[in-house]
């Protein structure tokens, strides 16, 4: 289906990239699959989309949907105790089946496990025996076997993302990706409310050697049990200023629009409070291009 908007809308939306949608099949209820979200982004004019999923790897399924759809969908793998938790031999293998991002902990991040409530369908897969998992150590350093897995991400070219982690850990691990040589850097949406990442935490974080912030639409609709007011995503943006953001849905919840949709929404939303459609162009489209290498 082809979504209407006006054409400044449609401009922008044309060539754009989404590098964060979760699809079917999931163990949690998605409102479309990779080849349809595929031929949905290809006929809404956009460039290329990123599936991700929390318990298992999606670069071989983008692979099949690439090939199906004939449009470029990309993959990456959440370290979540399904996929080994910080298990370097998962991360080599997903980026030898052309994984572009890797996520930190998400939905088995010791802080997630037991601040669950806050996105209430999430929680329903994660049990009640699970044992969250950590970055750091008790003395506050970084957990010894992130380094290899950040030695394996640089020499993939990846993305090392923060996912669902502390803002403290994901401080500690930015710090030392980038010491690393970690070049593609992305916090997983600071501004949730689950997150809550403050402008200050942001542009710390962003001097420590992060590359980009990711901020997500998802977090101002009713998938979040304490959603952010869309002014407030707005204000965050502008104080950061869009060079070092990106605009992507987090979409594939099966009460929101279709991610090609969400995305015109964000995009009409963004411009209708005062962002200029060049800085749009740039978080949905320029900056999403430089992450992913393509």
């Not at 669950?116 to 950590?134: P, R």
């Not at 997500?216 to 707005?234: E, Y």
Request: charged share 25%.
């Amino acid at each position: 289906m082809k979504f209407r908007f006006d054409k400044n809308v449609l401009a922008l939306l044309e060539g754009s990239i989404d590098i964060h949608i979760h699809s079917a099949p999931d163990v949690y209820p998605r409102l479309l699959n990779d080849v349809e979200l595929a031929l949905s982004a290809k006929e809404n004019g956009m460039r290329a989309i990123l599936v991700k999923n929390h318990y298992f790897e999606t670069a071989g399924r983008a692979r099949l949907a690439s090939d199906v759809a004939d449009f470029p969908v990309f993959g990456g793998i959440a370290l979540n105790l399904t996929n080994g938790g910080l298990n370097k031999h998962a991360v080599k293998m997903a980026l030898k089946m052309g994984a572009k991002q890797v996520w930190m902990p998400t939905v088995h991040a010791d802080y997630f496990v037991k601040n669950k409530s806050h996105v209430a369908n999430l929680a329903t897969e994660i049990g009640d025996d699970v044992q969250g998992l950590v970055l750091v150590n008790t003395d506050g350093t970084l957990k010894e076997e992130l380094y290899e897995i950040f030695d394996i991400i640089k020499e993939g070219d990846a993305i090392f993302a923060t996912g669902h982690v502390t803002k403290e850990e994901a401080k500690v691990a930015v710090r030392e990706a980038a010491k690393r040589g970690v070049k593609k850097i992305l916090v997983t949406h600071p501004a949730a409310t689950f997150v809550h990442y403050s402008i200050g935490d942001m542009k710390e974080i962003l001097d420590l050697g992060a590359t980009f912030l990711e901020h997500t639409w998802n977090d101002v609709t009713r998938q979040v049990s304490h959603p952010l007011q869309i002014s407030a995503l707005f204000d965050v943006i502008k104080a950061i200023g869009a060079a070092r953001c990106i605009m992507s849905t987090d979409a594939g919840q099966w009460l929101n629009p279709p991610a090609a949709q969400q995305m015109g929404i964000y995009i009409k939303e963004a411009l209708m409070s005062g962002i200029s459609a060049k800085d749009v162009r740039i978080m949905v489209a320029d900056n999403p291009e430089k992450i992913l290498g393509i």
